[in-house]
């Protein structure tokens, strides 16, 4: 037994006979009327423009649904997260080089200056009145003899001598034992000098056992200086 079947009037579709709306496009089926052939580009018949006005008006209404769900939600996705704000490092001040008030700074030494002589002891002088054998300790019965080179002319007729007791370590004491006042002549276009004292127990019997410097002026200007020691032997 054929099935009877019942032709959409809108798209031509074949329909079971006991269809309401066509399979194919929506349509609501007119049993017993024939299939109207729409004669322009869109239908434009009632039936289709109320199948049409009903598909477009339930996306509409989709549409206000979900702008209505979207308007209920508390996070307003507009509105960025306000970031967490990073502690900042506190700089480290460097340390001050700067002495405090409380520092005392202690002053540098100035360097000795250069002189431009030399003083060497010994027992003998050669033939150009310097020493031939540098003494350091002179003990009672020793010949004591010095001479005195400088790299510039003496420039005057005499030269100064003047004797200082040191401390044991080599510092100065300042004990004058023979003033600068004991002048010796010396040639004033020279350079060298030498001298022959004496037995040296008359120094250790008057300035006694110890460290002494003897320093070589001409005029006020000091111009060379050098230290021997005195023992009792």
Do not use: K
């Amino acid at each position: 037994m054929t099935e009877e079947t019942v032709d959409c009037f809108n798209c031509g579709r074949a329909n079971p006979e006991w269809a309401q709306v066509c399979r194919s496009c929506g349509v609501s089926l007119r049993h017993g009327e024939a299939r109207v052939v729409p004669t322009g580009r869109y239908p434009t018949d009632r039936d289709s423009l109320l199948s049409m006005g009903a598909v477009i008006a339930t996306i509409f209404g989709a549409l206000l649904i979900g702008l209505f769900i979207s308007s209920l939600n508390p996070t307003d996705p507009a509105v960025a997260a306000s970031p967490t704000p990073e502690a900042t490092a506190t700089p480290t001040e460097a340390p001050s080089l700067e002495p405090s008030a409380s520092e005392s700074i202690a002053p540098t030494p100035e360097p000795t200056p250069t002189l431009p002589g030399t003083v060497v002891f010994g027992t003998e002088l050669d033939g150009n009145r310097q020493v031939v054998s540098a003494v350091e300790t002179f003990t009672p019965g020793m010949v004591f003899a010095h001479s005195i080179s400088s790299t510039e002319p003496f420039g005057a007729g005499t030269i100064g001598e003047q004797v200082v007791r040191l401390n044991e370590d080599g510092s100065d004491g300042e004990e004058i034992v023979a003033a600068a006042g004991n002048q010796l002549g010396v040639d004033p276009a020279g350079t060298t000098a030498g001298f022959v004292a004496g037995d040296a127990a008359s120094f250790v019997r008057d300035w006694g056992p110890g460290v002494y410097e003897m320093r070589i002026f001409v005029g006020d200007t000091l111009i060379a200086r050098g230290q021997f020691r005195l023992a009792e032997g």
